[in-house]
């Protein structure tokens, strides 16, 4: 595959999950968080049952073995994150939830390294220190001397609480041997067949109209199945790392189609934005090589670097 199909896959699988934010964010007040949850991965999971044929052909009895854990993957990353995250959008802007949301790879990092009693890099310690920074900034609507006396954005903490679902999410993630698509599809079916009843009892009136459902439908196919399959694709040919940067373009397309949209971008989800996405390069960023001596072996996850997000 040529490599600008490459990039371009990783771009559209970015600019999808940025459509999310918006898409929910306009939704929000006709649709509760729950059942928008629960539709969305209504429409999902028979795709991404699909794809994983296609792609994996997977030894399903052997992915079943491990339900327990797809179990508490579906309720934390499938569930708890969409619903922390639209229930976010229903409280603040896109761009904020966009942004807030952005800090997940600095935090993903420094939470592994600790897991593992890994020595976190000064570089490391002090992104993610500029990254909240600029969260709490966004938080604050700029007011950082007023931060034990100002009223917090609301939707920013749901977010908050998204994120760390979400760095659970990741972090356990990592101890499956099912592959990332299989994995999706089996957690999307859990996901749907569990909030499907809860959801008729308590979901309440949608008042969607028809330009509403084609959001829900744009957020069950787009960021759902064909960021995931875009996303997976790319990192198979040039690694989570090279990949894992892509991410960062989520506030800027978020920020881009707010703008288009018609919402206006302040100074301080700007500076913010900056201060985030800065934190997180540095967090990122991979550590020097260090020599290896000739018949040295290298550890190294491979399943790791297939983990494709689901957001």
């Known amino acids: 595959m040529a490599s600008w199909r490459v990039y371009l ?4 699988a970015t600019l999808f999950w940025s459509g999310n934010y918006v898409v929910g964010n306009l939704v929000a007040g006709s649709i509760s968080p729950l059942q928008l949850t629960a539709i969305r991965w209504a429409i999902a999971a028979p795709f991404l049952l699909v794809l994983a ?138 996901a ?25 439908l744009y957020i069950g196919l787009f960021p759902s199945v064909l960021s995931l399959m875009l996303w997976n694709i790319s990192v198979k040919k040039i690694g989570a790392g090279r990949a894992g940067i892509y991410l960062n373009l989520m506030p800027v397309f978020t920020a881009l189609i707010a703008i288009l949209m018609g919402t206006p971008v302040t100074l301080v989800q700007l500076l913010g934005g900056a201060l985030v996405i800065a934190g997180v390069w540095l967090t990122s960023r991979p550590p020097r090589a260090v020599p290896v001596a000739p018949g040295a072996q290298i550890e190294f996850d491979a399943r790791a670097s297939e983990v494709g997000p689901v957001r």
């Open 9 to 12: 896959f990783l771009v559209l």
């Open 53 to 190: 044929v296609l792609i994996e052909k997977p030894d399903w009895r052997a992915a079943l073995r491990e339900w327990p854990m797809h179990v508490l993957q579906a309720a934390l990353g499938l569930v708890a994150f969409c619903l922390l995250s639209y229930v976010a959008l229903a409280h603040t802007t896109a761009l904020n939830a966009a942004l807030v949301g952005a800090t997940n790879p600095a935090l993903i990092a420094v939470v592994a390294a600790l897991l593992v009693r890994e020595r976190i890099r000064p570089t490391s310690g002090v992104g993610l220190l500029i990254s909240l920074l600029g969260v709490l900034l966004i938080l604050t609507d700029g007011r950082l001397l007023e931060v034990f006396t100002t009223d917090y954005n609301v939707g920013g903490l749901y977010m908050l609480g998204a994120v760390a679902v979400w760095t659970a999410y990741t972090i356990l993630g990592r101890t499956l041997k099912t592959a990332p698509v299989t994995s999706a599809a089996l957690q999307s079916v859990m």
């Open 192 to 216: 749907a067949v569990v909030l499907a009843p809860i959801t008729l009892l308590v979901g309440g009136p949608i008042t969607l109209d028809l330009a509403g459902w084609w959001g829900v």
